[in-house]
């Protein structure tokens, strides 16, 4: 039994495969070590086809939200249908600079609005101070007379527009001048629309042109009057939007703005002096706002230039690559 039984002679501890005897090849022992396990379906070692296994994820990993799709941007025949029939669309897509790759700065949005709100503040603060409005039929004169204002704002703007743009271009070096005489056709065309809107407006309203709508007819009258409520939005959206980004002249480029709001609004304040504008207002008041205006709407400019400065590297010297 001993023979068999694998603890005598032959056998683990036996004589021969006893104490002190060799285990047999490949078995491991108490203490020894344990050589590293492969996947259990892996090839052997050595397999002339065998492919390494990636690391597999954990199945429940993080993973970051799906990006929705970017929008489809609409065709030109849709945005124009829809400006046909949305005078305020259309307003927005006339006077807002859309120049590709032109810097989109929120503070300069926003010091662009507060340049239009503090004058409109400010007047409005001064009818009401000094009793210009003290009754409905006030109030409608006073609006058309902000209206009129407005206006002559455009008109100052429209005839300074040709010369400021002229000298920055006439400025400019090399290759610049040909691009800038081309990136100003759109606040040209914001120009001519702003006019050509005021003048079907003219079309439907004015008395001298009383004989051109009676021959034209009912059918002629109905389409005369749609295009003069159409023109109403879009005019007076677009005498706001035009304001306010200076007919859209950061197309040109982004300093441009600054420098033609500047010189707009000295040009009003020296209209308004030799005009004797809000006689109502005693002297001192008078010439406080009057002067007030262009004061504060050069600090904003200024601050509009600082920021663009030295928040996007434009300066009037390099957009005239000097």
Same mark, same amino acid.
């Given at each position: 039994?001993r023979?068999?039984?694998g603890y005598?002679g032959?056998?683990?501890?036996?004589?021969?495969?006893?104490?002190?005897?060799?285990?047999?090849?490949?078995?491991a022992g108490?203490g020894s070590p344990v050589?590293?396990?492969?996947?259990?379906?892996?090839?052997?070692?050595?397999?002339?086809?065998?492919?390494?296994?990636?690391?597999?994820?954990?199945?429940?990993?993080?993973?970051?939200p799906?990006?929705?799709?970017?929008?489809?941007?609409?065709?030109?025949?849709?945005?124009?249908?829809?400006?046909?029939?949305?005078?305020?669309?259309?307003s927005?897509?006339a006077f807002r600079?859309?120049?590709?790759?032109?810097?989109?700065?929120?503070?300069?949005?926003?010091?662009q609005?507060?340049r239009?709100?503090?004058?409109l503040?400010?007047?409005?603060g001064?009818?009401?101070?000094?009793?210009?409005v003290v009754?409905?039929d006030?109030?409608?004169?006073?609006a058309?007379?902000?209206?009129d204002?407005?206006?002559?704002?455009?008109?100052?703007?429209?005839?300074?527009?040709?010369?400021?743009?002229g000298a920055?271009?006439?400025a400019a070096?090399?290759?610049?001048?040909?691009?800038?005489?081309r990136r100003?056709?759109?606040?040209l065309?914001?120009v001519?629309?702003?006019?050509?809107s005021m003048?079907?407006s003219?079309?439907a309203?004015?008395?001298?042109?009383?004989? $051109?709508r009676?021959a !034209?007819g009912?059918?002629?009258?109905? &389409?005369?009057?749609? *295009?003069?409520?159409?023109? @109403?939005?879009? /005019?007076?959206?677009?005498?706001?939007?035009?304001?306010v980004?200076?007919f859209?002249?950061?197309?040109?480029?982004?300093v441009?703005p600054?420098?033609?709001?500047?010189?707009?609004?000295w040009?009003m304040? $020296?209209?308004d002096? !030799?005009?004797?504008a809000?006689p109502? &207002?005693p002297?001192? *008041?008078?010439a406080?706002? @009057?002067l007030g /205006?262009?004061?504060?709407?050069?600090?904003?400019?200024?601050?509009?230039?600082?920021?663009?400065?030295h928040h996007?590297g434009?300066?009037?010297?390099?957009?005239?690559?000097?």
């Amino acid at each position: 039994m001993r023979g068999v039984s694998g603890y005598g002679g032959g056998g683990y501890g036996g004589p021969v495969g006893g104490a002190g005897g060799q285990p047999p090849p490949g078995w491991a022992g108490q203490g020894s070590p344990v050589p590293p396990q492969g996947p259990p379906y892996a090839p052997p070692a050595g397999y002339p086809y065998a492919q390494p296994v990636p690391p597999q994820p954990y199945p429940y990993a993080w993973a970051p939200p799906p990006v929705p799709p970017p929008g489809v941007e609409p065709s030109r025949g849709r945005k124009i249908l829809r400006g046909l029939y949305n005078p305020f669309y259309a307003s927005q897509r006339a006077f807002r600079p859309s120049r590709p790759g032109i810097v989109h700065d929120p503070e300069v949005r926003k010091l662009q609005l507060w340049r239009t709100a503090l004058g409109l503040v400010a007047w409005v603060g001064l009818m009401v101070a000094y009793k210009a409005v003290v009754s409905a039929d006030d109030v409608k004169a006073v609006a058309d007379d902000r209206l009129d204002q407005s206006w002559s704002s455009v008109l100052v703007l429209v005839c300074t527009f040709p010369v400021v743009v002229g000298a920055f271009v006439a400025a400019a070096r090399g290759g610049l001048r040909r691009v800038y005489l081309r990136r100003a056709l759109r606040p040209l065309g914001a120009v001519v629309a702003i006019m050509a809107s005021m003048g079907t407006s003219a079309l439907a309203m004015a008395p001298e042109l009383a004989g $051109l709508r009676d021959a !034209v007819g009912l059918p002629g009258k109905i &389409v005369i009057g749609v *295009a003069c409520l159409w023109s @109403i939005g879009f /005019a007076l959206y677009g005498i706001g939007l035009s304001l306010v980004h200076v007919f859209r002249t950061a197309d040109i480029h982004e300093v441009v703005p600054p420098v033609l709001a500047g010189v707009l609004v000295w040009e009003m304040a $020296l209209l308004d002096l !030799v005009t004797g504008a809000y006689p109502q &207002v005693p002297a001192g *008041a008078r010439a406080v706002f @009057i002067l007030g /205006a262009p004061l504060t709407v050069t600090a904003l400019s200024w601050w509009e230039m600082h920021r663009l400065h030295h928040h996007h590297g434009l300066t009037v010297r390099n957009a005239l690559g000097r």
